[in-house]
């Protein structure tokens, strides 16, 4: 598998989260996290989460706080803009 679409979670006492393969951060404050990865769009949802370490160049990224949950969902990318003349003469 290739080294760019790898991606690992790890959960260490429910208090830190090291993430690798992150693209991107879509949205973050204390309670919610989410972000663009290789496998798609990860959210971690806790309290007090605070993202301490990111680094997009290695795909690195560490949140620490009270985690709760980790859902994955699918990326589509970002929506493409669509002038207003084009959907009125769809």
Same mark, same amino acid.
């Given at each position: %598998?290739? /080294? &760019?679409t %790898?991606?690992?979670? !790890?959960? #260490?006492? &429910?208090? @830190?989260?090291?993430? *690798?393969?992150? /693209?991107? !951060?879509?949205?973050f404050? #204390?309670? *919610? !996290?989410?972000?663009? *990865? *290789? $496998?798609?769009?990860?959210? !971690? &949802?806790g #309290? +007090?989460?605070n @993202?301490?370490?990111?680094?997009?160049? #290695?795909?690195?990224? +560490?949140?620490?706080?009270?985690?709760?949950?980790?859902v994955?969902?699918?990326?589509?990318g970002? $929506? /493409?803009?669509?002038?207003?003349? $084009?959907?009125?003469? $769809?």
């Amino acid at each position: %598998m290739d /080294e &760019k679409t %790898m991606q690992s979670l !790890v959960l #260490e006492n &429910k208090e @830190i989260l090291n993430v *690798t393969g992150v /693209e991107g !951060v879509d949205s973050f404050n #204390e309670e *919610t !996290v989410v972000l663009i *990865t *290789t $496998k798609g769009k990860l959210t !971690v &949802k806790g #309290e +007090m989460l605070n @993202i301490n370490k990111l680094n997009v160049d #290695e795909g690195k990224l +560490m949140v620490k706080g009270i985690i709760n949950s980790l859902v994955f969902s699918d990326y589509e990318g970002p $929506k /493409e803009k669509v002038s207003l003349v $084009k959907k009125l003469f $769809k």
